[in-house]
């Protein structure tokens, strides 16, 4: 019996992780605790040594704590709650809404464009999408929009941020696998722009087959006067615009990594907040306690983390994955491949997108490592088919904000939906805009170039 728990020891550990995931204990302390419970059953077996423990200060120092890339977190963080603070997206909104209001569905087509510039400058979905929330649907109920319309549409466009850059799930990702967070930045770059252009054909076509859906904004509203309109379009589209090109283009010019892309763009988001005269010391104070404690709380899952993954590698969890995979019959690149996605749709389900990253990568990451995608992916090593994936992975982790019961994005909503709406609405109007990122990931799965493209062009892959 003994032998037998020995040998079983690391997929007894990852049943027990799945377990206790959902006891509702912080996620950093369920890892870390877990690694810390069957390390000591280890050495209960004699199949893992007390001394290794002492493995895990260097590679939490090394790998974490002073890891010059994982600084950008915090910052994006900052950055965004500048932003939010500043009225910008109030404002922003009010501008598309005119600028698209020939267009069918155009308020909708604006709340997309509106969470796409977003995510190009903040990166935080709980943010968007409790701000288009609060922005959008009390102007689209007004306007006589269709509910599942609505949230459907509030849902997708608020978690484009956690794919286009700067996200942080890339900075994450990318340290996880070692693979160059400007290469990802640029990598997501165009699949991000595609799931919002998908997400704006279907509710055009929708609107177009449907207008009662989605009723036009009337003629008499918006700004009165070619001067006024001008304006509209200085104050409310230029200033975010011009932040999003500062933020990239540093990044993808080479003239800046994305720890200091971050530090140029926190820097641009306070100079707009005190240009609307909304920075006051208070608002500073929440703004720094903010990132701090986001800061805090990502760390805590990277040390935990860390620990879950040294121990489950040193009980032999690598060689009970290739065993898995080959009872499985997976022996080729593309049915693991396969394999692996469809097990992250399916964690999607239960777990957030930071849980399901650091339970998959550091088990899987490793046997990636061998597979041979050239004839796919093209030339240029292990790096290329890595980028590539994350992408994949990154596209497919976006169903775990919509799909319930767990999903992020439904919570942050639930608690502020208008009267009318309930759960119901949301849950239905999410269901095509998830088969919308399946169909995406399923376009980057087979035309790899939209992915490597923008870092090979800009040498970010070399």
Same mark, same amino acid.
């Given at each position: 019996?003994?032998?037998?728990?020995?040998?079983?020891? +690391?997929?007894?550990?990852?049943?027990?992780?799945?377990?206790?995931?959902?006891?509702?204990?912080? &996620?950093?302390?369920?890892?870390?605790?877990?690694?810390?419970?069957?390390?000591?059953?280890?050495?209960?077996?004699?199949?893992? #040594?007390?001394?290794?423990?002492?493995?895990?200060?260097?590679?939490?120092?090394?790998?974490?704590?002073?890891?010059?890339?994982?600084?950008?977190?915090?910052?994006?963080?900052?950055? @965004?709650?500048?932003?939010?603070?500043?009225?910008?997206?109030?404002?922003?909104?009010?501008?598309?809404?005119?600028?698209?209001?020939?267009?069918?569905?155009? #308020?909708?087509?604006? &709340?997309?464009?509106?969470?796409?510039?977003?995510?190009?400058?903040?990166?935080?979905?709980?943010?968007?999408?409790?701000?288009?929330?609060?922005?959008?649907?009390?102007?689209?109920?007004?306007?006589?929009?269709?509910?599942?319309?609505?949230?459907?549409? $509030?849902? %997708?466009?608020?978690?484009?941020?956690?794919?286009?850059?700067?996200? $942080?799930?890339?900075?994450?990702?990318?340290?996880?696998?070692?693979?160059?967070?400007?290469?990802?930045?640029?990598? +997501?770059?165009?699949?991000?722009?595609?799931?919002?252009?998908?997400?704006?054909?279907?509710?055009?076509?929708? %609107?177009?087959?449907?207008?009662? !859906?989605?009723?036009?904004?009337?003629?008499?509203?918006?700004?009165?006067?070619?001067?006024?309109?001008?304006?509209?379009?200085?104050?409310?589209?230029?200033?975010?615009?011009?932040?999003? &090109?500062?933020?990239? @283009?540093?990044?993808?010019?080479?003239?800046?990594?994305?720890?200091?892309?971050?530090?140029?763009?926190?820097?641009? +988001?306070?100079?707009? +907040?005190?240009?609307?005269?909304?920075?006051?010391?208070?608002?500073? =104070?929440?703004?720094?306690? %903010?990132?701090?404690?986001?800061?805090?709380?990502?760390?805590?899952?990277?040390?935990?983390?860390?620990?879950?993954?040294?121990?489950?590698?040193?009980?032999?969890?690598?060689?009970?994955?290739?065993?898995?995979?080959?009872?499985?019959? =997976?022996?080729?690149?593309?049915?693991?491949?396969?394999?692996?996605?469809?097990?992250?749709?399916? =964690?999607?389900?239960?777990?957030?997108?930071?849980?399901?990253?650091?339970?998959?990568?550091?088990?899987?990451?490793?046997?990636?490592?061998?597979?041979?995608?050239?004839?796919?992916?093209?030339?240029?090593?292990?790096?290329?088919?890595?980028?590539?994936? &994350?992408?994949?992975?990154?596209?497919? /982790?976006?169903?775990? !904000?919509?799909?319930?019961?767990?999903?992020?994005?439904?919570?942050?909503?639930?608690?502020?939906?208008?009267?009318?709406?309930?759960?119901?609405?949301?849950?239905?109007?999410?269901?095509?805009?998830?088969?919308?990122? /399946?169909?995406?990931?399923?376009?980057?799965?087979?035309?790899?170039? #939209?992915?490597?493209?923008?870092?090979?062009?800009? @040498?970010?892959?070399?």
């Amino acid at each position: 019996m003994a032998a037998w728990l020995a040998h079983h020891l +690391a997929l007894i550990m990852f049943a027990v992780l799945g377990v206790a995931l959902f006891c509702g204990f912080p &996620v950093g302390f369920v890892l870390g605790g877990v690694g810390i419970l069957f390390g000591a059953l280890g050495i209960a077996l004699d199949v893992f #040594l007390p001394i290794q423990f002492f493995n895990l200060l260097p590679r939490i120092w090394g790998g974490v704590a002073s890891n010059p890339v994982l600084v950008a977190i915090p910052m994006f963080i900052f950055m @965004g709650t500048a932003l939010e603070r500043s009225g910008i997206a109030h404002e922003l909104l009010n501008c598309l809404q005119v600028l698209t209001r020939r267009v069918p569905g155009g #308020l909708a087509m604006s &709340v997309t464009v509106m969470g796409t510039i977003m995510a190009a400058t903040t990166g935080i979905v709980g943010a968007s999408v409790i701000m288009l929330t609060l922005i959008a649907m009390p102007a689209m109920m007004e306007r006589g929009y269709r509910g599942e319309l609505a949230c459907g549409t $509030i849902a %997708s466009a608020g978690t484009l941020g956690i794919l286009i850059p700067p996200s $942080i799930m890339l900075v994450v990702m990318g340290d996880l696998l070692t693979v160059s967070v400007g290469a990802l930045f640029a990598a +997501a770059l165009i699949p991000g722009l595609l799931l919002s252009a998908l997400y704006l054909a279907y509710i055009g076509g929708l %609107s177009f087959l449907r207008p009662q !859906f989605a009723p036009p904004l009337p003629a008499d509203q918006g700004p009165r006067g070619r001067a006024a309109f001008w304006r509209m379009i200085g104050t409310s589209f230029f200033p975010p615009a011009f932040l999003v &090109v500062l933020v990239l @283009g540093s990044i993808f010019g080479g003239w800046a990594t994305p720890t200091e892309a971050a530090g140029v763009g926190s820097a641009g +988001a306070l100079l707009l +907040a005190w240009s609307r005269r909304k920075l006051g010391r208070r608002a500073f =104070l929440e703004i720094i306690e %903010s990132a701090g404690l986001t800061n805090a709380m990502v760390f805590l899952l990277f040390c935990g983390a860390t620990l879950f993954a040294y121990v489950f590698r040193s009980l032999g969890g690598d060689d009970l994955v290739k065993e898995v995979m080959a009872a499985a019959g =997976l022996d080729t690149g593309w049915e693991i491949l396969v394999f692996v996605l469809a097990v992250v749709f399916v =964690l999607g389900f239960f777990f957030d997108w930071i849980e399901i990253s650091l339970i998959v990568l550091p088990v899987f990451g490793p046997l990636f490592q061998g597979l041979d995608f050239s004839a796919h992916v093209g030339s240029g090593g292990p790096i290329v088919f890595l980028s590539w994936f &994350v992408i994949l992975l990154s596209v497919n /982790l976006q169903t775990s !904000f919509l799909t319930p019961p767990f999903g992020f994005t439904l919570f942050c909503m639930r608690g502020i939906l208008p009267a009318g709406l309930d759960m119901m609405h949301l849950y239905r109007g999410i269901v095509p805009f998830v088969l919308l990122q /399946l169909v995406g990931m399923s376009l980057v799965l087979i035309f790899p170039d #939209l992915a490597l493209w923008l870092p090979r062009v800009t @040498g970010l892959l070399n």
